[in-house]
Structures are given as structure tokens and as C-alpha cells.
């Protein structure tokens, strides 16, 4: 029996969605205008099991945020600020050391590095705390440095992109993480972070990451003044670079939390946008791998659910993340194994260990 659709507009959609075929740009606007929840998560759940079945994975990994001084002025970051003020931070290569081996022993899967555009780190501090990482940590992949802290590395190197790029893998860089893309259209660019790289940009720096052999995920901001075509727009030219490259590994759809920030006027996301942003994103998204659920941005409960509205992926255990908590998230900032493992099978799917390139994994049977 065929599921019945309350928006008869998602008809349509599911045949294309049943058969596998493309959703085009339109399809995605209809599907986020669409007060259907059920019927496009239903969708969703098509794709993502078509996909990776019922396997949902998660990582055991450390957040390690270097500084929150930074040369831009985001409208919508509650994390960055400057020298001098309450607050502000900025951590030796030694401290960064030692927060690695805080938790277990470093005894993790990955190091997860980003932080603000410092306006006086030499190149040479990125280089040797990627290389002391790997002295220490060989067995930890570390994925650092968003596309836009990446072209200021570039500009604070005096080197090209490639150049840096090449330097940075050499160095121990492993992978990079997917920040920095907030909403490509130039026009909410303008309102929410005109000092940063425009869409244009960060889609050429990932595509030049790419080509040095590296892996790279990608992300969207949701949930501030947007609208439903420059959310489905994003994708689109998300999937054209993935058509090119094949480079992208994992998709993570970034509500928005307006706490602290200079946006505080925009209330919270609901659920319902959180559930629909992901099954929008795994319906578009046809050639990513992976849709990750961020727990820490949308609450366990969320994520949990989200696992039938499109997400295979429920990150990781984090461990003291600080750029959501910044802007007033509520969750914890250590999510212990056992209880990601245990969310998953109580979802009805099977939880699945990973490293962050999915080539190691290893399948949660037991109790742990």
C-alpha cells in the first residue's frame, strides 16, 4: 500500500524519489515550503535506506577549538571576539597538546580543530600543532581548519591555496571539516557575514582540497533570515561540486542558535524545520554518502528521530565543544558511547563505529 500524502505536491516528488531519479531545484523548494512533515520524511526514508539501510554510524571524537580571537565580526557567531575582551582566549601548542590527551589519553578516533582567524598566529603555529598531534597521536586522523580559515592560512603563509594545502597534509591534516558555508546566496551573505568568503569561494576551496587528494564534508545554516529556495539552491550547488569532485564525504545541516549572537531577535528553530532541513538535504543530495544529525545543535531527542527523516550519521561523542554552547545550546558536551549506541537500536537501527572517512567500522552488537 502506498503511503498517502497529505501535500498531494510531494505525488510528484515520490515517483521521482521511488525510481531514483534527480530532484531538480524546484523540487527542493517544494519539499521545504511543504507542512508535510511526515510525508517528506517518509520520502527521506527512502533514500537514506536505499543508501545505508539501517546502519547509522558514529564517531569517538574530540573537539579541540584553538582560539575564539578573530579578524571577522559574524552577525550570527556567538564564539568569535577580540583580544582583550572577557573571554577571549588563545591556546600554546603546548595547552592544545595537553587538551588532547585530556580525554583518555587521546585515546579517541579524530581531533576535530577549528577556531577564529587569528590576526597574529604564524603559519608556522597550524603547521606545528598539526605536526605535535601527529608525534603524539599517529593513530588519530585530525580533521582542522574550515575553507575559510584555510584562505587565511593561505594569506598568512604568502603561499597559494595548493601550496597550503600541500603543506598542511604533510603536516598530518587528514580531512576538512565543512564550516564556513553558512547560505551561499550573496544576498544573506551580506546580512549575516560580509567579511567572509562568499559562496563562490568556499565551494572553490573545497573543490581545491579535492584535488590534493584530501576528503572534506559540507554544511548549511539554517534557520535565520533564508528562505526556502536559498536553502534549496545551496544544495544544488553543493551536488554540482560533488558531480565534479566526488569529494565531499558527509552532509551536516547546521541549525541555527541566536543566543549571544547579534540575531538574538530570531527565535530558535523548531523541530519540525530541524527534521525538515535533514530530509530535505538527503532527498537533494543524492551523491553524498552520509547526512550527519549534530546532536549538540538539535538535541539528542532530535537526532534520534532525525534517523528516520533521512540521517544515517549521529557524529560523535564531541567532548567539549564550544562554538554551539556559545550561542546558548543546552545539551551536554560529552555524549558517552553507550548512549549514542543505545539511542540508535532503541530507533530501530544499527549502530555503527566509525573513523571519519567511514573506512574503518565496526558494528555495536552488544552492550558496551
Known sequence: MLFEFEDKALDLIADKVRAGARLSLEDGVTLFNSHDLLGVGHLANIARERINGDN????????????NICVHSCRFCAFGTKRGRDGAYEKSLDEIFADAENYEGGKV??????GGLHPDFPFAYYVGMLRGLKERFPAVHIQAFTAVELQHLSRVAGL???DTLTVLRDAGLGSIPGGGAEIFAQRVRRKICGEKINGEEWLEVHETVHSVGLKSNATM?????????????????LRELQDRTGGFVTFIPLAFHPENTRMDHIPPTTG???LKALACSRLM???FPH???FWIMITPKIAQLSLSFGADDMDGTVVEEKIVHAAGAATDQIFHKNSIVEMIREAGRKPMERDTLYEELQECGGIV
Open 160 to 162: 597559494s591555496l595548493r
Open 272 to 274: 519540525a524545520l530541524d
Open 56 to 67: 547509522t554510524y558514529f564517531i569517538h571524537n574530540r573537539h579541540i577549538n584553538h582560539t
Open 291 to 293: 547526512v550527519k544529525a
Open 109 to 114: 578516533s579524530e581531533f576535530h580543530i577549528v
Open 221 to 237: 545554516l539554517y534557520g535565520h533570515v533564508e528562505t526556502a529556495e536559498e536553502r534549496a539552491d545551496h544544495l544544488a550547488r
Open 285 to 287: 543530495l543524492d551523491n
